[in-house]
C-alpha cells in the first residue's frame, strides 16, 4: 500500500468510475429500485469514501489500514472472516435474485 504507482491509480479511477456510475443508475431508476439495490449504493458509498480516504492520506484511516493488514494480529482472522461471511451472504443474495429474475422471464416471455 505504500508504493503506488501508475497501475494503482488506475485502478483507484476506475473502481471510482464504476462506483459512481452505479450511484447515477440508481438514483436515474429511483422509482423502479427493488429493496435490495440499496446495497449497492451503500456498497459503492462507503468505496468512493475508501478511496478519498486513502488519496488524501487521512491519519486515522491510514492508521485503521495498518491494523486491518496485520496479519500478526490476534484480531486478523475475525475481521477478515467477517469480510468473508458478508462476502459470501452478498454472493448468495446475487444468486437467488439471479434465479428469481429467470424464473421470472420463463414465466412472462
Known amino acids: 500500500m505504500n508504493e503506488k ?10 473502481l471510482s468510475a464504476l462506483c459512481i456510475a ?6 436515474k431508476n429511483k422509482g423502479n429500485n ?6 449497492y449504493i451503500f456498497g459503492g458509498s462507503y ?20 491494523k ?3 496479519t500478526t494480529a490476534s484480531y486478523w482472522f475475525v475481521l477478515w472472516g467477517g469480510f468473508s461471511l458478508i462476502g459470501m451472504l452478498v454472493l448468495i443474495l446475487g444468486i437467488s435474485i439471479f434465479r428469481e429474475m429467470c424464473r ?5 416471455g
Open 34 to 39: 427493488y429493496w435490495w439495490r440499496w446495497i
Open 5 to 14: 504507482g501508475l497501475l494503482y491509480y488506475a485502478l483507484m479511477g476506475i
Open 47 to 66: 468505496v468512493l469514501f475508501d478511496l478519498f480516504a486513502i488519496v488524501t492520506k487521512i491519519k486515522i484511516w491510514q492508521e485503521l489500514l495498518k
Open 68 to 70: 486491518m493488514f496485520d
Open 22 to 27: 452505479g450511484i447515477i443508475t440508481f438514483i
Open 104 to 108: 421470472q422471464n420463463k414465466y412472462n
